[in-house]
């Protein structure tokens, strides 16, 4: 019999540790699994800085006018929290989309980036989500990574080794530039950063634009041209897709009604919100959520 393939062997490790859809947290802090046997409507999403490495199947997300496509083997790095439409487009019972996610520490990245990374000089803020094909090296580690799983008594004091070497492998990469950016001190990408940490943390109130201005450091005009550049879209587009992500998730998860769910994130005309809810999902909010909750209980 012929020895499995380094994405071989991934994909059934993975199945074995993502063993039904969804995300999947594991014993090794940073690492989850992400698993999906159908393609699903497009949707917006919240995507959190970390790295993504796809091994089957493929996904697409878009930002603003642009479709960025990753299928089996390519991987991904999200600097800040991004709101792209996406959707799984080619998965199957069989072949199901699976990918695995690691969130980032920015102080082991920094103190990598110190010792061993090549000096980048500082430019524009890139975008805070690229694809790019992943490399034999790249694909090692993370199958050692995922080997963890199996000997768990191992992963404190290997799987740091392991995702040391996955954040080499990407600085010294064609992706470099944006995982840089999740910690590179006082960088435009790091200034946009903090702008998107406190429309995160204030969702739900009226923020001026000259308050996330100071916050990043920067004019009102200057952030507002870095933060599209980053996000592919301004900050109150921004402030405004976090407010209904959120209203979203308490009628999910705690059963709020439209209402409710639109006064708690900020909304106070409720036909204002229901209209806003539906430009961005497609459906006013009691029909999608009634539909996203019998899809989910099949």
């Not at 091994?55 to 991904?76: C, E, F, I, M, T």
């Not at 080997?147 to 080499?168: C, G, S």
């Not at 600085?171 to 940490?197: C, F, K, N, P, W």
């Amino acid at each position: 019999m012929a020895a499995m393939t380094i994405a071989e062997e991934l994909i059934e490790l993975v199945k074995v540790f993502a063993p039904h859809d969804g995300l999947h947290e594991t014993a090794i802090e940073p690492l989850q699994l992400i698993r999906m046997s159908a393609p699903a409507q497009s949707l917006p999403a919240v995507y959190e800085p970390g790295l993504c490495v796809v091994l089957q199947g493929r996904k697409h997300a878009r930002l603003g006018s642009q479709l960025l496509v990753y299928d089996a083997l390519n991987y991904l790095v999200i600097s800040v929290t991004m709101l792209p439409q996406a959707h799984v487009v080619d998965a199957s019972v069989d072949k199901p989309y699976l990918c695995v996610r690691l969130n980032v520490d920015p102080r082991e990245l920094s103190s990598l980036m110190l010792e061993a990374a090549p000096a980048v000089a500082e430019g524009e803020a890139p975008c805070g989500l690229r694809v790019s094909r992943v490399s034999e090296p790249l694909l090692e580690a993370v199958l050692r990574l995922v080997r963890l799983l199996r000997t768990p008594q191992d992963a404190p004091v290997l799987a740091p080794l392991a995702v040391r070497e996955i954040y080499y492998r990407i600085l010294t990469g064609e992706l470099g530039l944006q995982l840089r950016a999740l910690a590179a001190a006082d960088s435009h990408a790091q200034r946009i950063a903090r702008a998107v940490d406190l429309l995160k943390r204030r969702y739900a109130e009226a923020v001026r634009i000259q308050e996330v201005a100071e916050v990043a450091h920067m004019s009102a005009s200057s952030l507002h041209q870095h933060f599209k550049q980053v996000t592919s879209m301004s900050p109150l587009q921004y402030q405004k897709q976090l407010r209904l992500h959120h209203a979203r998730r308490l009628m999910l998860a705690d059963g709020l009604d439209a209402a409710t769910a639109g006064h708690r994130v900020g909304y106070e005309s409720p036909s204002q919100f229901s209209r806003e809810y539906r430009r961005l999902f497609g459906a006013p909010p009691k029909t999608e959520v009634q539909q996203l909750m019998a899809k989910t209980a099949r």
